[in-house]
């Protein structure tokens, strides 16, 4: 646990932190849920109902409180106590589930960042906890699961998970029924009985929120939006020539691995489970560190049986001696040294500047300082991966578009990328809006065609351009 603190104590920041920072930051200075789009001019005054309002209010107080580097533990703490469910999901040898355990935690790293998805990744971890142990052990903590995703309908859209994990584990405990007989069949149908009506009490607890029961279809409203799939990199299938994405495939071809050389019969339930977790990954790189979560107690049952296959004598003294008092130092000893190293760790990622130096690399902090000197250069066209941080930098001035997909749809992306690709309608969009500023990359084929039309550059550095129109 130590070393997975240590592996997600780093600058957790990313272009849609900032949005959900101005979020909670508005509703902190109006005192009211936000429910309207106050932040642009092409969705002003529309209607916007998030469900992660409580993680924003969260994540702002935080970021009030101890700044960037706050909101940097906050992610590693959320992401330690994630597995520590997983952990305790798993049975077997401490070794065994200890080196599975660490290399869910890398495949999952892809997921670690301060948003409010991160808190999906713990409520994740904890529905898997309690489903695995009502599926393998007969422990039933169900009654668990309705106050659960009634908190996660307040913190983020990614509840929906918790419906799949459900559906999965009730279709497995079918599929088992339908495969044994006797007492077993009628054990596992009356499981899968008993997880559909506890998935129809989520379902009623989804509308304690304060946008009631319009959250069901938040999920399918999201992933309907054509645009994410054409331009958002996390909603696209993983790419798996980059570092990020190749633990996931490490997860996966040590779980074959596991399941192949064991001699215990695969569970269908298990199959189901992880085969459509899986799935889901290749469908979209954000849904990878599910993954994460639901492999390790299947490693773990397959990896046992092999240790104890080849090596009987493993791990057969008694757990419940304490060792010798200088093992217990040495131990001791070992704890310390790590909790050293996490402490160096700590001291550059809590540091401002530290986090600053990281946000000029990938945000336009001197173009917003810029446009904040002045502001009646007009509407703004801006880059989507910039919206957010522009919306914090810049609450006076209202951005094209941002990241907050729900609330643009597909009408408004397409009209973005049509004129950012230069697409032969891009002169409509920009008159259709009035824009008096862009905002974007260099290498925006955009810019380059209006540098040709005799746009003048106000302001550059190496990631940001801005433009205004000749005369101006």
């Not at 997975?4 to 005192?31: C, P, Q, Y």
Request: glycine letters at 8%; proline letters at 6%.
């Amino acid at each position: 646990m130590l070393a997975i603190f240590a592996m997600a104590l780093r600058v957790s920041l990313d272009s849609d932190t900032w949005w959900h920072l101005a979020a909670g930051r508005w509703m902190v200075e109006h005192g009211s849920l936000l429910r309207e789009d106050p932040f642009s001019f092409t969705r002003l005054g529309s209607p916007w109902h998030y469900p992660g309002w409580l993680a924003q209010l969260l994540f702002y107080g935080v970021y009030r409180v101890a700044g960037a580097g706050g909101l940097n533990v906050l992610v590693a703490a959320v992401v330690t106590l994630a597995f520590v469910f997983v952990y305790r999901a798993m049975r077997g040898d401490a070794f065994v589930r200890s080196f599975i355990l660490l290399l869910a935690a890398i495949a999952s790293s892809v997921y670690w960042s301060a948003r409010p998805q991160i808190l999906s990744l713990l409520l994740a971890a904890a529905f898997a906890w309690v489903l695995e142990d009502f599926r393998s052990r007969g422990r039933n903590r169900l009654w668990l699961l309705p106050p659960l995703m009634a908190l996660w309908v307040n913190l983020h859209g990614g509840f929906a998970i918790g419906f799949i994990f459900i559906a999965l584990s009730m279709i497995g405990s079918g599929v088992e029924g339908l495969l044994a007989t006797g007492s077993e069949r009628r054990r596992a149908w009356r499981a899968s009985a008993l997880l559909a009506g506890v998935g129809l009490v989520c379902a009623m607890a989804v509308g304690l929120n304060p946008f009631g029961y319009e959250m069901l279809v938040y999920p399918f409203k999201t992933i309907g939006i054509d645009a994410l799939q054409a331009y958002i990199q996390e909603w696209q299938s993983p790419d798996f020539h980059t570092s990020e994405a190749q633990p996931f495939l490490w997860l996966l071809f040590v779980s074959v691995a596991a399941i192949g050389f064991s001699h215990r019969r695969l569970a269908a339930a298990d199959f189901i489970l992880f085969a459509g977790v899986a799935y889901i990954g290749f469908l979209a790189g954000r849904n990878m560190p599910l993954l994460a979560i639901v492999a390790p107690p299947i490693i773990a049952r397959h990896a046992q049986e092999i240790l104890e296959r080849l090596a009987p004598s493993w791990g057969k003294g008694d757990p419940g001696r304490a060792g010798p008092p200088r093992m217990r130092w040495l131990n001791a000893a070992v704890l310390m040294l790590g909790v050293v190293a996490v402490a160096a760790k700590a001291l550059p990622v809590l540091d401002p500047r530290v986090n600053q130096q990281q946000v000029a690399r990938t945000e336009p902090v001197d173009a917003a300082a810029y446009l904040g000197m002045h502001p009646g250069l007009g509407r703004m066209l801006n880059s989507y991966n910039w919206g957010g941080y522009l919306i914090w930098a810049l609450p006076k001035y209202p951005v094209f578009v941002d990241g907050r997909t729900d609330l643009y749809d597909d009408d408004l992306l397409t009209q973005y990328l049509a004129a950012v690709r230069s697409e032969p309608n891009w002169r409509d969009v920009l008159e259709q809006w009035h824009i008096g500023v862009v905002l974007l990359e260099p290498n925006a084929p955009l810019v380059t065609l209006l540098q040709q039309q005799g746009w003048q550059t106000a302001a550059a550095d190496e990631i940001s351009v801005i433009l205004i129109p000749p005369g101006n």
